[in-house]
Antibody, heavy 121, light 107 residues
Framework: EVQVVESGGGLVPPGGSLRLSCAVS????????MNWVRQAPGKGLEWVALIYGGHSAYYADSVKGRFTISRDDSKNTVYLQMDSLTTEDTAVYYCARESASISAAAFYDYWGQGTRVIVSS | DIQMTQSPSSLSASIGDRVTFTCRANQTISTYLNWYQQQPGKAPKLLIYGASTLHRGVPSKFSGSMSGTEFTLTISSLEPGDFATYYCQQSHTSPWTFGQGTKVEIK
């Protein structure tokens, strides 16, 4: 059975840092495209970051230079280091696996339950 | 970034109703369009990928179609568990982007 479990959220002041974790069982993170997707209160979904292969990483423009996605293959866990946080980073952060069909259509098929980040003084 | 626009933003319907809502891309995305269902307080769940392919385990009352850059999700007969917010997402051009959602509420 696949399980994706995020942790590490909480309340942090503007300018602060937080590290989120995404522990996975049921598949190997190093063999998959792993993403962070966030959802601000009452808002829609926004892709944040992607890691795959030999630790190749990509970021949304809104977090580039402030967030770092990484992976510990021995723990089958993905991380999101968030620095220089602003109130606009307040959201539920989901970890999601990206898969692709034979036709190459990519989609997020496994999601965690999310971890809430509140940036406030 | 590709912009995805969903309409309506919300709709009210009754149990047993057939409902349809749309998602439009501001440029061509071929069939690289996915639909997700999100219950309040829960993570999104994949319903349909590639515009019209049902994800495993998703009931056949859900269906997807496309015409050009307009995509449609249809629920043939609403059940209580279908009252949720539905998001479309394109995976044609990075970064993958989502629509703003359509909330289906009980009339």
């Amino acid at each position: 059975e696949v399980q994706v479990v995020e942790s590490g959220g909480g309340l942090v002041p503007p300018g602060g840092s937080l590290r989120l974790s995404c522990a996975v069982s049921g598949f190997t993170v190093s063999s998959n495209y792993m993403n962070w997707v966030r959802q601000a209160p009452g808002k829609g979904l926004e892709w944040v970051a992607l890691i795959y292969g030999g630790h190749s990483a990509y970021y949304a423009d809104s977090v580039k230079g402030r967030f770092t996605i990484s992976r510990d293959d021995s723990k089958n866990t993905v991380y999101l280091q968030m620095d220089s946080l602003t109130t606009e980073d307040t959201a539920v952060y989901y970890c999601a696996r990206e898969s692709a069909s034979i036709s190459a259509a990519a989609f997020y098929d496994y999601w965690g339950q999310g971890t809430r980040v509140i940036v406030s003084s | 970034d590709i912009q995805m626009t969903q309409s309506p933003s919300s709709l009210s319907a009754s149990i047993g109703d057939r409902v349809t809502f749309t998602c439009r891309a501001n440029q061509t995305i071929s069939t690289y369009l996915n639909w997700y269902q999100q219950q309040p307080g829960k993570a999104p769940k994949l319903l349909i990928y590639g515009a019209s392919t049902l994800h495993r385990g998703v009931p056949s009352k859900f269906s997807g179609s496309m015409s050009g850059t307009e995509f449609t999700l249809t629920i043939s007969s609403l059940e209580p568990g279908d009252f949720a917010t539905y998001y479309c997402q394109q995976s044609h051009t990075s970064p993958w982007t989502f629509g703003q959602g359509t909330k289906v509420e009980i009339k």
